[in-house]
C-alpha cells in the first residue's frame, strides 16, 4: 500500500513545510487509476529523505511538500509508481526522488577513501542513465555487479526508478552533482525530462 502523506505542516528541518490537501487527492486519485493501493495519512512529517534535500532546495520552504511512499514489492512496481505519477509531473508539479546513489552503511571509510566497487558502480549507473538504458535499471541485478554491494537494500535506489519512470523512461536522464560521503556513500544527483539546454 502506498501512504500519501497529507498534512498542512510537515516539519522540514526547523522550517514548517505547508502540506496541499487537493494535491493528495489528486496523487491518491492518479494511483487508484492505475490500481494501486494507496491510503492518505495525516499528522505524518516529512522523512529525512524528503526534508533534507528540501532544505537545500527551498530553505525558506514557500511550496507545498507531499510526500509519497515507496512500494513495498519490486523495482516493477516502482515503474508503475513512477508512471502513475506522470501526469502531475506534466501540469508541473516538481517529483524528486531521494535516495543515495550507493548507499551500504557497513563500507563507511571514515578516512574518505573511496573503494574500486563503488566507483565502478557509480560508473555504471551514470552510463545507465546518460545512454537512456531504463530496461538496464530496472533489471540492476543483471547487469550491476557491485549492486548488492552498493544496495543491501532498495530504499535508496527505488526513488530513481520512480522519477525516471515518471518523466517517461524512453529519454535519458543526466547527471548534474556527484560526490561520496565517508568515502562509499554516493552521492549521484540525476535529472530527467529536460530539454537539451534546459
Not at 534535500?53 to 511550496?63: G, K, S, V
Not at 536522464?173 to 556527484?178: A, E, L, N, S, V
Request: a negative charge; hydrophobic letters at 40%.
Amino acid at each position: 500500500m502506498i501512504s500519501v502523506a497529507s498534512r498542512r505542516n510537515s516539519t522540514a528541518g526547523n522550517i514548517a513545510a505547508r502540506g496541499d490537501d487537493d494535491l493528495s487527492r489528486n496523487i491518491a486519485g492518479a494511483l487508484s487509476a492505475r490500481d494501486i493501493d494507496n491510503e492518505l495519512v495525516r499528522g505524518r512529517g516529512l522523512d529525512h529523505g524528503a526534508w533534507i534535500p528540501l532544505h537545500f532546495m527551498y530553505p525558506d520552504a514557500r511550496i507545498p511538500v507531499v510526500q509519497v511512499s515507496l512500494p513495498a514489492g519490486s523495482l516493477k512496481d516502482c515503474v508503475e509508481l513512477g508512471k502513475a505519477l506522470a501526469q502531475l509531473r506534466r501540469d508541473g508539479v516538481l517529483i524528486i526522488g531521494s535516495g543515495g546513489s550507493a548507499h551500504n552503511l557497513r563500507t563507511l571509510n571514515r578516512d574518505g577513501r573511496t573503494d574500486d566497487w563503488v566507483l565502478e558502480f557509480e560508473a555504471w549507473l551514470q552510463e545507465t542513465v546518460e545512454n537512456n538504458q531504463f530496461d538496464r535499471l530496472v533489471r540492476v541485478r543483471e547487469f550491476a555487479n557491485n549492486f548488492q554491494q552498493a544496495h543491501p537494500t532498495l530504499e535508496h535506489f527505488s526513488p530513481l526508478v520512480v522519477a525516471w519512470a515518471a518523466a517517461g523512461p524512453d529519454q535519458p536522464g543526466r547527471r548534474i552533482h556527484h560526490s561520496f560521503d565517508y568515502g562509499n556513500l554516493g552521492m549521484s544527483f540525476f535529472e530527467f525530462g529536460v530539454r537539451q539546454g534546459g
